[in-house]
């Protein structure tokens, strides 16, 4: 029986309800309704489309995978061929490019540039005809690529009919497949918890996805995909800018990147560098540098090409995050809490913008699950400002002989005996305060910028202190006066008075903070501030049982434990009692009423310059009213503080409808205080 119109049309209703909320969300950042809506829609539609099958149509949204795998990837000849980019390493290098477009272009005013990040991905373009999703076809060589339609189909930000109005007849789209950083770690677990292979880096899983030949796969790994051009287009014109490209595309629902900006002139363009290189880190994908074209296709078309590459664009790269470089040694350190961290001494490599010699292992699974020998040639990693790691071993450069690397029995730094807890991957050295590398680092916690913030206390001093016998506990250094410090190698009178100052002005502190430098076991910023604001006051917190800790939010039994067990420790206690004796104070705070968080769930994103208090301090308080302070702006966070000159953060608020509050709505939300 031929379906009613009524089905007909709610099937053409929905179809275009459901491209249109795909746009909104995917396009424009920017969703209209919740997710469990969209659900029914598309639950609708193909409870609708199984009972009358004529309905389906290849770009229904229930037609993203495809029933069956392709028997190889077909050959696909691109009709405009698929460029590639010349690359610029340094500032040099771009300015002889900015200063080369104008000599050709007779220029005497300056260029406007697009510029866009360069994602690590896998180049791609997509043809809809009539609107239609045609055909997505890999790079390959620029002339001939590979047919990857039926996982492209698989994409869910990737439209199968286009949306808004004025699209051509036949559009052919280029860009960057890629995953999502959060997508390829969820991946890579999943893969090892089934004793799969994981992937190196999220391109190459981007890649390894796209040549899949069962697009069930690809469906299940969450690929993406920014556009950054056309290819051929036909039955429209395209205005004559490249920013106005990217409009275009976004209009017509394709995800371009958010971070595309029109800048004027070499300057516009190095501000550009600067600022994406320090936001690098922070994105929810991985780029290797910057692209900058020419904005007016005009001009573009005037400077032509070389090769295969543009004269108008180019590709200014970051540092390699990756290098190889070899293993020269192994070794044990001894953290704060005893715990024993496996750190690789490397032959030094300039990697991610500065030379590395050490990098982490973090733990003794780790270290044996990579299995990182002494003399091997390793991938290390070193991106933003984390830690440089260690990503694998390459097997076919190892030497002949080398061996496993074992968990030491007994402490390199003291001796004492290594012990490891029942499923517990860390191994801790059992010699507590005899241990010398514990005092250290206790005493390094205890000087750090969020703890008591001792400014001139830096490593080395320490290391003299506890060396030569005169620093053994944080309480100690209260004691030390600027004469005994004066005699220490590498100090004068003045950075021993300067110490003895800082020292001074450490005694005024607060409850979190004071918490928070005592160093207790898995106690950070945030558990500090919640122990403080719920419990009120340090006497408060010493006399509460483990189950009254755990009434504390988002404490759980493992912290309560620590907690508790650390002020029962008389030890740690006659080092609380010193530091008392020796002054060290804070402000009451007002007994909150049991479970008073006025802030508990919601979410906060400090951006900018505060006048009255800095962004720790207020970070801090919001942490103390049960809140949590983010880094990064999305649609789950609930305010949006915003100081003076704050930037992308502000902005992506603003773009997403978030709430944002000023230095003193921020106040009157802390109750004033
Ligand atoms: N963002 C971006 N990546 N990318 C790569 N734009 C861009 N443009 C390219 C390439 C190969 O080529 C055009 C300049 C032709």
Known sequence: MPAPASARRRA??????????????????????????????????????????????????????????????????????????????????VEAFDRRVRERLEARHEIDYACEPKLDGVAIGITWRDGVLEQAATRGDGTTGEDVTHNVRTIRSVPLRLGGRGWPALLEARGEVFLPLA??????????????????????????????L????????????????????????L?????????????????????????????????????????????????????????????????????????WAIAHKFPAEEELTTVRAIEWQVGRTGALTPVAR??????????????????????????????????LRRAGDVIPEVVRVIPERRPRGTAPVSLPATCPVCGSEVTREEGEAIARCSGALICPAQRKE???????????????????LIDQLVDGGLVRSPADLYALRAEDLAALERMGEKSAANLVEALDHSRATTLPRFLYALGIRDVGEATAAALASYFGSLQAIREATPEQIMEVPDVGPVVAGHVHAFFAEPRNEAVIAALLRHGLHWPALPKPAPGATP????????????????????GDRIRALGG?????????????????????????????????????????????A
């Open 628 to 672: 949590k302070v983010a880094g990064s702006v999305s649609k789950n966070t609930h305010y949006v503080v915003a100081g003076a000159d704050a930037g992308s953060k502000l902005d992506k608020a603003n773009r997403l409808g978030v709430p944002i509050l000023d230095e003193a709505g921020l106040l009157q939300l802390l109750g004033g």
């Open 183 to 212: 997508g390829f770690a969820a991946m890579n677990r999943r893969a090892a918890e089934q004793g799969e292979k994981t992937f190196v880096n999220p391109r190459n899983a981007a890649a390894g996805s796209l040549r899949q």
């Open 239 to 311: 205005g004559d800018r490249h920013s106005g490209i990217l409009e275009a595309l976004r209009s017509w629902g394709l995800r371009t990147a958010p971070e595309a900006r029109v800048v004027r002139g070499v300057d516009g363009l190095l501000a550009y560098y600067e600022d994406l290189g320090q936001r690098r880190s922070g994105l929810p994908y991985q780029i290797d540098g910057v692209v900058y074209k020419v904005d007016s296709l005009d001009l573009q078309r005037r400077l032509g090409f070389v090769a295969r590459a543009p004269r």
């Open 214 to 237: 069962d697009p069930r796969l690809a469906a299940s790994r969450p690929l993406d995909v920014f556009f950054y051009g056309v290819g051929r287009i036909e039955g429209a014109q």
């Open 599 to 618: 802030l508990a769930g919601q979410t906060f994103v400090l951006t900018g310059r505060l006048d009255s208090l800095t962004r720790d301090e207020a």
């Open 346 to 379: 490397l032959e030094p490599v300039f990697v991610g913008g500065a030379t590395v010699s050490n990098a982490t292992l973090h733990n003794i699974d780790e270290l044996l699950r990579k299995d990182v020998r002494v003399g091997d040639t390793v991938i």
């Open 12 to 93: 053409d209703w929905l179809r275009a309800e459901i491209t249109r909320h795909d746009h909104r969300y995917y396009a424009l950042d920017d969703p209209e309704i919740p997710d469990a809506e969209y659900d029914r829609l598309v639950g609708e539609l193909r409870e609708l489309e199984q009972r009358h099958p004529e309905l389906v149509r290849p770009d229904s949204p229930t037609q993203r995978v495809g029933g069956v795998p392709v028997a190889g990837f077909a050959e696909v000849r691109h009709q405009v061929p698929m460029l590639s980019l010349d690359n610029a390493f340094t500032r040099e290098e």
């Open 442 to 460: 206790t005493l390094r916690h205890f000087a750090s910028r969020r703890a008591l913030d001792i400014e001139g206390l830096g490593t080395k």
